[in-house]
C-alpha cells in the first residue's frame, strides 16, 4: 500500500516460506496489539494464519473499500500473498482525553463521568447503566469520500419501529463529502433542518442522560470523534429539563425547576415587557436603539470572551465592566434601567440548561424588542402568533415540538412541572 504519511506503515513477515504483509496506522493503532501480532505470525503455531493471528476479534474481508477504510479506522490488515483474503484486526487505540464530567452539564450530586471522542467508550458508558440484551448498538458508515462512524443505540422492544426504519433510510441517502464537523452536520442532513433556528435534537455529553432518553423508547446517535450524543426526537419541555432537579429530593428538585422555568421565561420576556408596561422605548427610536445596543453589545461580548485565552479573560472583564458600567451611564450612553433590565435578562439566560435554545431565545428576545419598539402592544401580540404558530407547525418525524401542551396532555405536563417521587411498579 503506497501512501507518503509516516504514520501508514508495513510490516513483511516469513510465514513457513511465504510472505505475509500487515498495514496498519500507527497514530491509530495500539503498539502492544501490533507487537502481539508480529509475535504470532513469526511464531506459527497454528494451523493455518487466521489460527496464528493473536488478536480477539478476526474479521475475513475481500473488498479493498472496505478493508482500507477499517485500517484507517485504526484496524490491522494482514495479507497473505497465496490467499485471495484479507484478514481484518481490531487494534484501536485512539488519543483520546478522559471522561471527566462535562463543563456544561455538571451536577452536585451523582455520576462524573461523561462522553469523549471514542466512538467504542461512549457505548460502553451507556452499556453500563442499560444491562439489557434489548439494547441495539447499530453501527453505521456515512459519507461519501470522508466517511464517519456512527452508532444509533436503542430498546428493540420499545422503539417506534416507524420513526426508526425512517432515520436509517435518511442515512442510507447521506452521500456529502464534509462530514468533518460530524454530529452537527449530520443533524441537518437527518432533519433538513433549513433556517429552522429552533434545536430539533437534544445533545448531551452524560451517559445517564443518554441512558433515560433510551429507556423512554427513544433513539440516540454517537457520532465518533464528537463528545456530545444525540438524542431524538425531542421536545421543547424535554429540552428545558436538567439532570440537577433529579439528584435532589422532589420537594427542592421540584422549586429548582420552577426557578429554572421562570429564570428561562424572564431571559425572553423581561425586556419586552418592561418596555410595554413602563413605555420605555415605543416608538421612540432613539431609546429602542439604545435597548438593542445594549443588547447586541452583551451579545458581543459573549461571543468575544469564547475566544479570548483565559490569560486575557481577567483584562476581558475589566474592559466589559468599564463599558457597561458606570462609565457608560455619565456619558449618557445608556440609562441605568436599561443596563439593569438587559443584565438580569442575560444573567437568567443562563438557566436555560440547553446551549443551543439558550442562543436562539436570545436572538428571539432581540427580534422581539425590536417588533415591540416599533409597534408596541400590537406588534408584542402579533410576535407571539407567529412564533407560537410556527412552533405548532414544527413536528420531527412527526412528534409534536410542543408536547405536552399541544397536543395537551394534562399528566405529561404535570409530571413536567412537579418532580413527583420514584415508585416501585
Known amino acids: 500500500m503506497d501512501n507518503p504519511s509516516f504514520d501508514i506503515n508495513k510490516r513483511t513477515l516469513d510465514f513457513r516460506g511465504r510472505q505475509v504483509e500487515i498495514d496498519y496506522v500507527s497514530s491509530l493503532c495500539s503498539d502492544d496489539l501490533i507487537a502481539y501480532l508480529v509475535e504470532g505470525i513469526s511464531l506459527a503455531r497454528g494451523q493455518t494464519l487466521k489460527d496464528c493471528l493473536n488478536n480477539g476479534d478476526v474479521k475475513e474481508e475481500q473488498d479493498p473499500q472496505k478493508y482500507e477504510y477499517a485500517m484507517l479506522t485504526g484496524c490491522a490488515i494482514v495479507k497473505d500473498q497465496q490467499e485471495d483474503m484479507v484478514y481484518v484486526l481490531d487494534t484501536r487505540h485512539f488519543p483520546t482525553r478522559s471522561i471527566e464530567e462535562p463543563d456544561t452539564e455538571k451536577t452536585v450530586r451523582g455520576s462524573k463521568d461523561g462522553f469523549n471522542e471514542n466512538l467504542l467508550n461512549c457505548a460502553g458508558l451507556i452499556r453500563r447503566r442499560i444491562r439489557t440484551m434489548d439494547l441495539v448498538m447499530n453501527k453505521q458508515t456515512v459519507g461519501k469520500k470522508h466517511k464517519l462512524d456512527i452508532c444509533l443505540c436503542y430498546l428493540k422492544s420499545e422503539v417506534d419501529q416507524t420513526m426508526l426504519q425512517e432515520i436509517l433510510e435518511r442515512i442510507s441517502h447521506i452521500q456529502n463529502e464534509d462530514l468533518v464537523m460530524s454530529d452537527r452536520a449530520l ?208 413536528r420531527p418525524f412527526g412528534f409534536s415540538y410542543l408536547y405536552p401542551l399541544i397536543p395537551f396532555d394534562g399528566k405529561a405536563l404535570l409530571n413536567f412541572i412537579i418532580r413527583k417521587p420514584k415508585r416501585s411498579s
Open 187 to 394: 443533524e441537518e442532513l437527518i432533519f433538513d433542518q433549513g433556517y429552522n433556528p429552533f434545536p430539533l435534537v437534544r445533545y448531551s455529553e452524560r451517559p445517564d442522560i443518554v441512558a433515560t432518553h433510551i429507556n423512554h423508547g427513544y433513539i440516540a446517535i454517537i457520532c465518533d470523534t464528537s463528545s456530545s450524543v444525540m438524542m431524538l426526537p425531542t421536545t421543547l419541555f424535554e429540552i428545558l429539563e436538567h439532570v440537577e432537579e433529579h439528584r435532589q429530593t422532589p420537594i427542592i428538585g421540584t422549586l429548582i425547576r420552577l426557578i429554572r422555568l421562570t429564570a428561562v421565561f424572564l431571559s425572553l420576556y423581561l425586556v419586552p415587557l418592561w418596555m410595554i408596561l413602563f413605555d420605555k422605548g415605543i416608538f421612540d427610536q432613539q431609546a429602542l436603539f439604545s435597548i438593542l445596543l445594549v443588547e447586541f453589545a452583551v451579545e458581543l461580548l459573549r461571543i468575544a470572551t469564547i475566544h479570548t485565552p483565559d490569560s486575557l479573560s481577567n483584562a476581558m472583564g475589566m474592559i466589559a465592566a468599564i463599558l457597561l458600567g458606570e462609565f457608560a451611564i455619565e456619558l449618557g450612553l445608556f440609562s441605568g434601567e436599561v443596563l439593569l433590565f438587559v443584565a438580569i435578562g442575560n444573567v437568567c439566560g443562563f438557566a436555560t440548561p440547553n446551549y443551543e435554545l439558550s442562543l436562539t431565545n436570545k436572538y428571539m428576545k432581540i427580534l422581539m424588542i425590536f417588533v415591540t419598539g416599533i409597534g408596541g402592544w400590537t406588534g408584542f401580540m402579533i410576535y407571539q402568533i407567529i412564533l407560537y404558530g410556527y412552533l405548532m407547525t414544527i
